[in-house]
């Protein structure tokens, strides 16, 4: 009787230190928000572009946490699906073009003869790339500018433009090789010439 | 390898020995390239930032003058190479793989290649290490090996790493170039000055000079310069790529650079004879970089050599040097056939990085063989000098699993092209790897700037709470400074109401505390709607003073909003038992009442009198309206103060305006007289003082309405000269045509830029334009008419 009276007293008394453990534990290692959005927020382009139909990124990737289809922003394109896919181990969509087509980075341009100096381009823009004052010419941060396109629409001038990234001797890209036509041996010489 | 040498010689694993083909070019020593006319020197001819321009086209620029400052820390300037004009800065062909352009520098040679000053230093040791890298950096001295590191950020020590090695690479690994050879059999003396000038600056304990064994006449030549110093000329078996950097250094020390490190990592720092050889005549002739040796080979060229050229010189000019045949060159590639690439435009000039230029036939370099598929043989494996496994990398690169790529140590890729080389199947391997390679950077530097922006975006969004929340709560205080005006406002008004309801003498509530019987309010209501149906009257009739009916409805009019007043005011009168202190409304006896519809009548009197005059009153009908007004201003001074004015006057004011009014009378009687009498000149002495009268009254009404104490809502500045009818029609007509003008020019220009058709709006222009000069002439007309009335 003593040793059954025993083990429930230790198992009893082992419960309840480990609950004590889990229950410190919970409160010293509590974890803040959902550290998903984080992660996927990490892979988002970070243009703020709003095409998804989010005002911002961060504000999309929460609703990629929360079931949201994974293929809304044009910005990131194919390789940022492709990203979310493996990171939520979900299946990689095409991207939905209700929101826009895959562009290549591009960069708003503001010509600056036309400039009136309004300032809603300024407000506008969500990294704050735009520099200029009010009846004062602005200028566009090349190295700042998302291409998010926000700028464009606020202009009662039009004089933003948004051009594609110019490709320098700096940010060019080596090409991969062509894929190789399917030549066998002996036809070698004729496909070099 | 000497007996005097105790330098072990390591080896590398892999490396290749392909066909050298260095002797064509060595038969000329090294010859000095022709001055060409014009040169071409990029901003950026090197890793890092690009130079920032200092001259402007149209400057005289001397040989050796800074043209393009250093922008940063990894970035050097960049200096004319010959004396000459700026003539263009701007994009222009550039020697890269690319073939886009550059922005450059374009100076027109004057021919004289006449130096700026020069400051040579005499003792080197003398300087501090510092001082010398700043001269070395000023020089614009970048790796002329083919990277092109900047050397001053190369040799800047950090604190934490002594170098104690350092090594001099004359190895010149790849076959065809022979700049350095060269370099070192006719420079020897200078190479050394070279090497103990970077002595000076890192205090090495140990120098090595490796040398392949397959040019004995170089090491030769060092060894006899090098003498009793204190460095040791290394030679070695000839090998590809025991030229590389890390290479070098594990076959000179045995020691393998950390994967993603830096020789400097293991005290080391490695440095190109051709750099060397810049140093020495940055410091010891005070010349910074504007010239380089370059091997000019291959065999669509009939006299391959090495030559010393301008930076900046034009490819074409230097080729042309060495005897192109042009119909002969199939690919020009800079640099070697290892690890060159092909050069797409025979413009573009001599770099800093330029240490070979081979152009070769179609035997020479033949376009590569197809690709064929990975056998997995390992020979690629087995000639990676840095012990990597091109065949995975291959096929990570294939599917573009970049993490793969990282895993595989792909960034300790040297791009030797060892392993295409011996590549059974043909497959462009190194083509794969920098691709990925440049991939992966690009997908970095994006990574990095959508980090940048996110933070710029959060930043943003917190700017904007913070500036929302200031004004949220600028709001709220000013909410409360409001809401406690008014509580002390109201706490005053209840206040007096409580002491004016304490006074005996009034049973009604006292009319500043708003208090009115509902008898009271019905009466006011009543008075204030005759008022106001009166005003209309009025008003239609100045627009329409003809029409007999308003004006017998105005009379009437006027009686009931009288009567509706008078009741009002008899009712405010009763409810306040107190005749001794009347309020303003509050005048309830019948005489002033009186006085009061008398000079309302008079005034309506005048006013009608006014009006029938025009603007051009009769002499009787100006002393009719002088007569009235008298009667009226009577009228009104008979009127008890406290009655007569409901709204309050400025007596100064009205003074003003009075005199005004009558100075202006005079001066147009006057005017009159003397139209009728040309040539009197008591007239005209006269016309000239009342127009002086009439100035200074002006002058004073102006001074009068600006000290009056009444708001301006209450005073009528403008008196308004009567419009006639017929003027105003005539006037409405004119601007009318006038608009009907303007568009049918618009119309007309539309047409025209539309290409439409011209002759309807032509027509329309033209019936508008007629029925403008009608208008026009009709209103000049009745104008002379008046004038002459």
Known sequence: MSMIITAVLVLLGLALIFGAVLGFAAVRFKVDGDPIVDQINDLLPQTQCGQCGHPGCRPYAEGIANGEPINKCPPGGESTIQALADLLDVEALPLDAEHGEEKPRMVAYIREAECIGCTKCIQACPVDAILGAAKQMHTVITDECTGCDLCVEPCPVDCIDMLPLPTTPQNWKWDFPLPSTALIATDASRGAA | ?789
């Open chain 2, 1 to 789: 390898m000497t007996a005097a040498t105790p330098i072990r010689i390591w080896d590398i694993p892999g490396g290749i020995h392909p066909a050298e083909n260095k002797t064509q070019s060595l038969g000329h020593g090294i010859e000095i390239a022709p001055l060409p006319a014009l040169l071409t020197v990029p901003l950026q001819q090197h890793l890092g930032g690009r130079a920032e321009p200092c001259v402007s086209v149209g400057d005289t620029v001397l040989k050796g003058q800074i043209i393009a400052e250093a922008s940063s820390m990894v970035s050097c300037p960049v200096h004319a190479p010959t004396s000459g004009t700026v003539t263009a800065i701007g994009p222009a062909p550039y020697p890269h793989a690319s073939g886009l352009e550059e922005w450059a520098i374009h100076i027109e040679a004057d021919g004289d290649d006449r130096w700026c000053e020069l400051q040579p230093v005499t003792d080197f040791r003398a300087l501090e290490p510092v001082t010398l890298l700043e001269l070395i950096r000023q020089a614009g001295i970048s790796g002329l090996g083919g990277a092109g590191f900047p050397t001053a950020v190369k040799l800047k020590a950090r604190p934490e790493q002594k170098i104690h090695t350092l090594i001099i690479n004359g190895t010149e690994c790849e076959p065809y170039i022979t700049a350095d050879d060269s370099a070192m059999r006719y420079r020897a003396p200078e190479i050394i000055a070279g090497i103990e000038i970077l002595m000076h600056v890192l205090q090495p304990e140990q120098v090595l000079i490796g040398i392949e064994d397959n040019k004995p006449e170089a090491a030769q030549a060092m060894r006899a310069a090098v003498g009793e110093r204190a460095m040791q000329v290394v030679v070695f078996p000839t090998k590809y790529p025991s030229g590389g950097e890390k290479q070098l250094i594990q076959i000179l020390t045995g020691k393998e650079v950390p994967s993603g490190g830096l020789p400097a990592d293991l005290g080391m720092v490695c440095q190109n004879v051709g750099t060397l050889l810049a140093i020495h005549d940055a410091v010891v002739l005070g010349q910074p970089l504007i010239k380089r040796i370059t091997t000019l080979t291959g065999e669509a060229l009939s006299h391959p050599t090495n030559v010393e050229a301008l930076i900046g010189t034009p490819i074409r000019e230097l080729l042309d040097f060495a005897g192109l045949q042009p119909d002969k060159l199939f690919r020009l590639v800079m640099g070697g056939p290892m690890m060159g690439f092909t050069l797409q435009s025979l413009d573009a000039p001599l770099v800093k990085t330029t240490n070979c230029l081979l152009a070769g036939t179609r035997d020479e370099l033949p376009p590569p063989p197809p690709a064929q598929p990975c056998i997995r043989c390992g020979l690629c494996a087995e000639a990676c000098p840095a012990s990597l496994l091109p065949q995975q990398l291959h096929f990570f690169a294939l599917g573009k699993d970049y993490d793969q790529l990282k895993r595989q140590h792909l960034f300790d890729c040297i791009e030797c092209g060892a392993c295409s080389y011996v590549c059974p199947s043909s497959i462009p391997l190194v083509q794969y790897y920098r691709a990925a390679k440049s991939d992966i950077r690009a997908l970095d530097l994006q990574q990095h700037k959508a980090d940048h922006s996110r933070q710029r975006f959060e930043h943003r969004q917190e700017r904007l709470q913070r500036e929302a929340e200031q004004k949220e709560r600028d709001r709220l205080a000013r909410a409360e400074k409001a809401a406690r005006i008014k509580a002390a406002k109201e706490a005053e008004a209840a206040k007096q109401a409580e002491s004016g309801a304490g006074t005996p003498t009034s049973d009604a509530p006292a009319p500043k505390a708003g208090g009115l019987s509902p008898e009271q309010k019905q009466l006011k209501i009543a008075a204030a709607t005759a008022q106001m149906a009166l005003k209309k009257a009025q008003k239609q009739l100045v627009a329409n003073p003809d029409n007999a009916e308003l004006q017998a409805q105005i009379p009437q009019l006027e009686q009931a909003a009288r009567q509706a007043q008078e009741a009002f005011d008899q009712a405010q009168g009763e409810s306040s038992n107190q005749p001794a202190a009347p309020a303003p409304q509050a005048g309830g006896d019948d005489e002033t009442k009186k006085l009061k519809i008398e000079a309302a009548m008079l005034r309506a009197a005048l006013k009608k009198a006014e009006r029938s005059a025009g603007d051009s009153p009769s002499e009787e009908q100006q002393a009719e309206i002088a007569k009235l007004r008298e009667q009226v201003e009577a009228a009104d001074a008979r009127i008890p103060a406290s009655t007569t004015t409901k709204k309050p006057v400025d007596e100064k004011l009205k003074q003003a305006k009075l005199d005004l009014a009558m100075a202006r009378a005079a001066l147009k009687k006057t005017e009159r007289a003397l139209s009728e009498n040309p040539e009197d000149a008591d007239l005209q002495a006269q016309l000239a003082n009342q127009q002086q009268a009439c100035q200074s009254a002006e002058t004073a009404l102006h001074e009068a309405e600006n000290n009056s104490p009444i708001p301006p809502p209450q005073r009528q500045l403008v008196d308004k000269k009567p419009v006639d009818e017929q003027l105003r029609a005539l006037k409405t007509s004119m601007a009318t045509c006038k608009a009907d003008f303007k568009r049918a020019e618009r119309e007309l220009k539309d047409a025209e830029q539309a290409g439409g058709d011209t002759v309807a709006a032509q027509q329309h222009l033209d019936t508008a334009r007629a029925a403008l000069d009608v208008a026009a002439k009709a209103f000049a007309d009745y104008m002379a008419s008046k004038e002459t009335n």
